[in-house]
């Protein structure tokens, strides 16, 4: 199986724009989906297929993908965005569904 | 409203086993896929397994295969995960979540609270 591979830590101004990424061999043929997560809390999918938003998740989240590589950005980002995200996607062969480690936001 | 609501965790002993399940509502159960996903105390998310929404096909991950068993009721809205041979590494919170497709796919709409398995002697 193949893997995903995220930065552990990404800090953003209050307001302003931030892109996190997510690599892996299987981006070239799957799409991501993205997950946030709080504390304490059960994660909440806010991006999926090639950029689709969850009823009730804000537009300031987008999706996109670019070879081996898909992003998650924030624009203009608040408080409330402070949390963990993970990415996910299928493994190379198809078979598996697979996370990236997660990536830390801090909104600063 | 959907709601996932997971129960059958605790402290188990390592080699033992035990049975998660969980209740449904909220949307048409044997409309979707469902599946479970777990964390470890401080990591991150670790799919386990996933079943389709006649149960035609069923994925473990390679961590589980062998040990675990998912199966789903859909008469009663639910789904189960029959976990045997239970390891330390098995140790988590376990998530129910529903599949945003009747097929096999890997985006998540829905999750449960999540149920702590603990394997310890």
């Known amino acids: 199986s193949s893997e995903l591979t995220q930065d552990p830590a990404v800090s953003v101004a209050l307001g302003q724009t931030v892109r996190i990424t997510c690599q892996g061999d299987s981006l070239r043929n799957y799409y991501a989906s993205w997950y946030q997560q709080k504390p304490g809390q059960a994660p909440v999918l806010v991006i999926y297929?090639?950029?689709n938003r969850p009823s009730g998740i804000p537009d300031r989240f987008s999706g996109s993908s670019s070879g081996y590589t898909a992003s998650l950005t924030i624009r203009g980002a608040q408080a409330e965005d402070d949390a963990d995200y993970y990415c996910n996607s299928r493994d190379s062969s198809g078979k598996y569904v697979i996370f990236g480690g997660g990536t830390k936001l801090t909104v600063l | 409203e959907v709601q996932l609501v997971e129960s059958g965790g605790g402290l188990v002993q390592p080699g033992r086993s035990l049975r998660l399940s969980c209740a449904a509502s909220?949307?048409?159960?044997?409309?979707?896929?469902m599946y479970w996903i777990r964390q470890a105390p401080g990591k991150g998310l670790e799919w386990v397994a996933g079943?389709?929404?006649?149960?035609?096909?069923?994925a473990y991950a390679d961590s589980v295969k062998g040990r675990f068993t998912i199966s789903r009721d859909n008469a009663k809205n639910s789904l189960y995960l029959q976990m045997n041979s239970l390891r330390a590494e098995d140790t988590a919170l376990y998530y129910c979540a529903k599949g945003l497709y009747s097929g096999n796919h890997q985006e998540f709409d829905y999750w449960g609270q999540g149920i702590l398995v603990t394997v310890s002697p």
């Open positions: 909220g949307f048409t159960f044997d409309d979707y896929a």
């Open positions: 079943i389709t929404w006649n149960s035609d096909y069923i």
């Open positions: 297929g090639k950029n």
